[in-house]
């Protein structure tokens, strides 16, 4: 089956620090990777996605993720967090038409 | 905005008490989704209807049911709702084809069983 693993389920940061979530998966085939976010009282939203070409992708609010594919691997990284980054984020794999398994999701809290 | 709409964002229910909880799209995709999430869990896909097609996980409890009659909306019927059924729902719609399907969610609906 697949699985998608998110360490360390609280992060706590000041603002400016550097932000880093390791995402695994297991899933053997071709595979989509996204990263969503949901903000305090919002529903969830894509932050970002790959699917094929440069691993390295970015997306929304200066976020970026990186795909390895030997690690079986997609972290999410900003360089420089703000207050308005707390979110719980999650990391998502697609596989077998059109179904999502998440991981459990990091709840972050950047402190101002 | 085109969005994905559910109602009512809380419910509370009685042990047993058959509950519907719904959900509407002004997107025009044609697949949707209903999400089970736990406190502290990943969502967990429950089934799916591509277009008319509903699409079972095999793992989802016969307890849960679904219904879509038309393309605009999709209902989650929980026949006999247990305690361990307590639970943030979600619905997603996507649209297939072209790039992988971006899944777009509604705000849940958190159900309370008594």
């Known amino acids: 089956a697949q699985s998608v693993s998110q360490h360390n389920h609280h992060v706590i940061l000041s603002e400016a620090a550097s932000l880093e979530l390791g995402c695994n998966y297991s899933y053997g085939g071709t595979v989509n990777l996204f990263w969503y976010v949901q903000y305090p009282g919002q529903h969830l939203q894509l932050l970002l996605k790959y699917f094929s070409g440069d691993p390295l992708v970015k997306g929304i609010k200066g976020f970026e993720a990186e795909f390895i594919k030997s690690k079986f691997s997609f972290n999410l990284r900003k360089p420089s967090v703000q207050w308005s980054d707390t979110a719980e984020y999650f990391c998502a794999v697609s596989y077998g038409n059109n179904r999502l398994a998440f991981g459990k999701g990091n709840q972050v809290v950047v402190i101002p | 905005d085109a969005m994905v709409i559910q109602n009512p964002r809380y419910q509370v229910t009685q042990f047993g008490k058959p509950v519907t909880l719904s959900c509407s799209q002004t997107?025009?995709?044609?697949?949707m989704y209903w999400y089970q999430q736990k406190s502290s869990q990943a969502p967990k896909l429950l089934f799916h209807?591509?277009?008319?097609?509903?699409?079972n996980e095999a793992d989802t409890p016969d307890n849960f049911q679904s219904r879509r009659p038309n393309t605009s909306f999709c209902f989650l019927d929980i026949r006999s709702p247990g305690l361990g059924d307590a639970a943030m729902y979600l619905c997603?719609?996507?649209?297939?084809?072209?790039?992988?399907?971006?899944?777009?969610f509604g705000p849940g609906t958190r159900l309370l069983v008594l």
């Open positions: 209807y591509y277009d008319k097609d509903f699409n």
């Open positions: 997107l025009n995709h044609n697949v």
């Open positions: 997603a719609t996507s649209r297939e084809g072209g790039d992988p399907e971006t899944q777009y």
